[in-house]
């Protein structure tokens, strides 16, 4: 059985009609880059 993997070391390998593929560096599984979760990255100017 494999270990989860969160997917967040990727690469693009091909573009092809608008669509991105990437593969992820940690598992090696390929898929579309729309298929990923977008990650909300707090923004470095807001203080707390």
């Known amino acids: ?6 997917h967040s ?3 693009v390998i091909a573009r092809r009609d608008g669509v991105e593929y990437v ?3 940690g598992c090696g599984q390929v898929f579309e880059a729309d298929d990923l979760e977008s990650v909300p990255v707090p923004d470095e100017d807001e203080e707390d």
């Open 1 to 6: 059985m494999q270990a989860f993997c969160d």
């Open 9 to 11: 070391n990727t690469e």
């Open 23 to 25: 593969r992820c560096l």
